[in-house]
């Protein structure tokens, strides 16, 4: 099943969701701390 990634980036905080083909959230985080480029990389697999 196909997963869509959307993220709202700012320079203090990153915010991610993740849901699947059919709208589901899958993965909601709000708030999250800031994150570098090789911390991204590496989350969920993306």
């Known amino acids: 099943m196909k997963q869509y990634v959307g993220l709202d980036v700012s320079q203090r905080e990153t915010a991610v969701c993740v849901v699947n083909e059919t709208g589901q959230v899958v993965v909601r985080e709000q708030g999250s701390k800031r994150l570098s480029r090789s ?4 989350w969920g697999g993306i």
């Not at 911390?39 to 590496?42: E, I, T």
């Open 39 to 42: 911390q991204f990389s590496g």
